[in-house]
């Protein structure tokens, strides 16, 4: 079962507007961790954030800003007055404290296209 | 500081042809894994390490081998490549054994297998 859901695939936006990603985790754990990474089109993967199942405080950092709701297992990322340098692809993913592998759990990704 | 390296960028390879991903890192961590990337799926685990000596298996192990026998190096190994190893491959690291600190992750390696 996929633990981790973005069910929009591509979100096109022309600049300076706002673009909310979804972001919609399942686990059983009471303690676990939830990311966003950022892939541009050069390919490397750049973390954005972290952030744990105790911490449920919004966090904004410049124009990116995050809304975790525990109550509906989801982790939504916002980009306020998007420019074309977001143009990427962005994954939310997840880690469970009861995970041997330690592996991240990633959803399929969204990805997004600002247009000048 | 390097961060975390791989080599190749790019390879292709035929169908049966072996290989090796090669990965690095400077940062001391002991817990380094290797994903592949398909469209569509996100990042899927293969294998990982908690330290020099000690690996195991991810959700997709099939078709590959790694060993740990330092700190820094973690190889990825294809046996016998099939089309459906056709991917980008990313080495991760950690310093913490356990959910939760951020992976470094390596620029990446591009295969195709024909």
């Known amino acids: 079962a996929q633990k981790v859901t973005q069910a929009q695939t591509e979100i096109s936006v022309v600049e300076k507007e706002d673009v909310t990603l979804d972001c919609v985790y399942e686990t059983r754990d009471t303690t676990y961790y939830l990311f966003w990474y950022k892939q541009p089109p050069s390919g490397e993967l750049v973390f954005l954030i972290r952030?744990?199942?105790?911490?449920?405080q919004n966090e904004i950092s410049g124009r990116y800003s995050w809304n975790f709701q525990k109550s509906t297992s989801s982790f939504n990322f916002t980009i306020t007055a998007s420019q074309v340098v977001d143009s990427a692809v962005y994954f939310c993913?997840?880690?469970?404290?009861?995970?041997?592998?330690?592996?991240?759990?990633f959803g399929a990704g969204t990805t997004v296209t600002v247009r000048a | 500081n390097a961060g975390v390296t791989q080599t190749p960028k790019f390879q292709v390879l035929k169908t049966g042809q072996s290989m090796t991903l090669q990965c690095a890192q400077d940062?001391?961590?002991?817990?380094m894994s290797w994903y592949r990337q398909d469209p569509g799926m996100g990042l899927r685990l293969i294998h990982y390490s908690v330290g020099a000596g000690i690996t195991d298996q991810g959700e997709v192990p099939n078709g590959y081998n790694v060993s740990r026998s330092t700190t820094e190096d973690f190889p990825l190994r294809l046996l016998s490549a099939a089309p459906s190893q056709t991917s980008v491959y990313f080495c991760?690291?950690?310093?913490?054994?356990?959910?939760?600190?951020?992976?470094?992750f390596g620029p990446g390696t591009r295969l195709t297998v024909l």
């Open positions: 991760a690291s950690s310093s913490a054994q356990g959910a939760g600190d951020e992976q470094f």
């Open positions: 940062m001391n961590h002991e817990y």
């Open positions: 952030r744990n199942s105790f911490d449920e």
């Open positions: 993913a997840l880690s469970e404290i009861t995970s041997n592998d330690y592996k991240l759990s």
